[in-house]
């Protein structure tokens, strides 16, 4: 056995202590990494994660139809580049179906976002060794274009001032009851404040909402916003300003008036600023007391336009985002210039403006009565054979009067009775006229 020294066993419990206090940071640290990675996990969207967690099984699935077992983040670019290619040609839904074009580059995105949450340093969106995926990925959207789908189906419908009208005279909209008043305030919420996804109406709060008033005295209601899809708050992309609502003296249906109503038939608990905004109906009340002290369910939330509008017998495809689409293409439809459209309804870029631009069903109409208006107008001045005969002698007789002229016959029996240009009115044509020289006047075979 040896024998140790005072001094050596006093250096050996001091390496043992460091041992012991450095394994503990090392704990510590990999314990805050742990932390520190799961709280940005839960800081994501819930949405995007449920989107990619599925887009990615549907990838894996594939892969494993096709005897790949690997990891998708632990397959060589080159390797992955073909697998992506193959499946952007030729995956389809469980049933058999083919994806929308659209459907294959969020796939896309879902699947780059995955690798990039995992640590792989491979971009398929951009890297050059990707660049047959996504040239398959680009010949296969625009295979399924030429087949006819992508074409915006489910693309929602912005409600006609007739709908609105009738909505109201049902009193599916309006002050007369809890819930009629709740549909009221929600639209309202939407298109003045241009609130869209279902989360930012959850999760609004009852002090979001102010009422104020302006040096004149005017009452108005401003919502301060708090992260949205679109903007996170991480990189300072507020808006411009902040959305306001401005009452309309003497209309019932003010949208500063509907909202202090909501106030009123609201419990008192609920008045307080961290209370949710929506809260559900009383359905035994009979008397002020129209809604209860409980949030309004996510689902009966996510539903709202579209029961009302079912209910109502609305026509078209109206959902939630109907009442902001309803705004945006008021507001384009008006003239009001994009930029400003854009700071009210808190788009990032002016290019997202231009989707809804498209006519509203009103200016389709319109064009179309000017268009059947020009050729119903077009075909009322071809006239009669007998016209047309009538009207080539006045012209004959007209152009008598001016020197060397010479009338061709044999063009004029040659050509068609049912010419689409004949000649009303000629001698108007010429009237206060000088004309000087040789003239000749050629009419073209028809």
């Known amino acids: 056995m040896i024998k140790r020294t005072q001094r050596e066993l006093e250096m050996g419990e001091k390496t043992l202590e460091s041992l012991a206090r450095r394994i503990g940071e ?41 005897n790949e077992s690997r990891d998708i983040c632990d397959i060589p670019p080159a390797e992955l580049n073909n697998y992506l290619a193959h499946f952007f040609m030729t995956a389809t839904k469980q049933n058999g179906e083919e994806y929308e074009p659209d459907t294959l580059k969020s796939i896309q995105c879902s699947i780059n976002r995955f690798l990039a949450e995992k640590g792989s340093t491979v971009n398929i969106v951009e890297d050059r060794e990707f660049k047959h995926s996504r040239d398959v990925l680009v010949s296969k959207r625009k295979m399924l274009r030429q087949q006819g ?35 009221t305030v929600y639209l309202n919420n939407a298109m003045f404040f241009g609130m869209r996804s279902r989360t930012e109406h959850i999760n609004l709060k009852w002090g979001d909402v102010e009422l104020k008033e302006t040096s004149t005295g005017a009452k108005f209601l401003e919502l301060s916003e708090r992260a949205t899809k679109t903007r996170t708050g991480v990189t300072g992309d507020t808006r411009a300003f902040a959305p306001k609502m401005f009452e309309d003296k003497g209309n019932p249906r003010c949208p ?28 035994k009340s009979k008397g002020d007391a129209w809604y209860v ?5 996510k689902n009966t939330l996510g539903n709202i336009v579209k029961a009302m509008c079912e209910e109502a017998g609305i026509q078209g495809r109206k959902v939630n985002h109907s009442a902001r689409k309803t705004a945006i293409t008021t507001l384009v439809h008006a003239g009001i210039p994009p930029t400003l459209v854009q700071q009210h ?45 009538e ?10 009067d ?45």
Do not use: C
Not at 157 to 167: C, K
Not at 256 to 280: C, H, N, W
Not at 293 to 297: A, I, L, R, T, V
Not at 373 to 384: D, L, M, Q, Y
């Open 402 to 446: 001016i020197g060397n002229y010479e009338f061709n016959n044999d063009i004029v029996n040659n050509m068609s009775a049912t010419a689409s240009v004949p000649f009303p009115q000629l001698k108007e044509l010429f009237t206060s006229a000088t004309i000087n020289g040789n003239v000749t006047i050629n009419f073209g075979k028809q």
């Open 345 to 389: 309804s808190g788009h990032k870029s002016l290019a997202s403006i231009n989707n809804y631009s498209t006519a509203s069903l009103n200016q389709q109409k319109d064009m179309s009565d000017l268009l059947t208006s020009h050729f119903s107008k077009a075909s009322e001045t071809v006239g009669t054979p007998q016209e047309f005969s």
């Open 391 to 400: 009207n080539i002698d006045v012209l004959d007789t007209v152009l008598q």
């Open 293 to 297: 002290s409980q949030p309004m369910g």
């Open 256 to 283: 500063v008036q509907m909202y202090i109503m909501y106030k009123e038939k609201r419990p008192d608990t609920m008045l307080a600023e961290e209370s949710p905004f929506y809260i559900g109906i009383n359905k």
């Open 26 to 66: 090392l704990d510590e640290l990999i314990e805050a990494e742990n932390s520190t990675e799961e709280f940005v996990r839960s800081m994501r969207n819930p949405n995007t994660v449920r989107k990619t967690t599925a887009d990615v099984n549907k990838i894996e699935q594939w892969l494993l139809s096709k």
């Open 149 to 183: 789908r992508g074409n915006k189906e489910r693309r929602a419908d912005p409600f006609t001032q007739d709908e609105i009208e009738i909505l109201y005279s049902k009193n599916f909209l309006g002050g007369a009851n809890a819930k009629a008043l709740r549909n």
